[in-house]
């Protein structure tokens, strides 16, 4: 499986962003899919997940309320509509896939919010 992450950019704060992520390959209804990110001088961590069949979705606290993820069967795509930006949401945003564990990741698409 392979990912190609896209959507990123410079944004004001309170802007929107919509990140994609395009899996390549037929088994992506098989995977659960995530989100993660990676602000600079910290560690990667976990932001949205959603089931394989998209029927559960789960969200760090800090994003609840303001990010969605979703994806789309058809297009072999996974989405993360990011609302409400804030400074503390700067970072290199990364999608994931695996059936169990994240085995496949992405490159990496940067998102910067300025205030």
């Known amino acids: 499986v392979q990912l190609q992450a896209s959507g990123g950019g410079l944004v004001q704060a309170g802007g929107s962003l919509r990140l994609s992520c395009a899996a390549s390959?037929?088994?992506?209804?098989?995977?659960?899919m995530g989100w993660f990110r990676q602000a600079p001088g910290k560690e990667r961590e976990f932001v949205a997940a959603i089931s394989a069949n998209g029927g559960n979705t789960y969200y760090t606290d800090s994003v609840k309320g303001r990010f969605t993820i979703s994806r789309d069967s058809a297009k072999n795509t996974v989405y993360l509509q990011m609302n409400s930006l804030k400074p503390e949401d700067t970072a290199v945003y990364y999608c994931?896939?695996?059936?169990?564990?994240?085995?496949?990741w992405g490159q990496g698409t940067l998102v910067t919010v300025s205030s």
């Open positions: 994931a896939s695996g059936m169990s564990n994240y085995d496949y």
């Open positions: 390959g037929r088994t992506f209804s098989r995977y659960r």
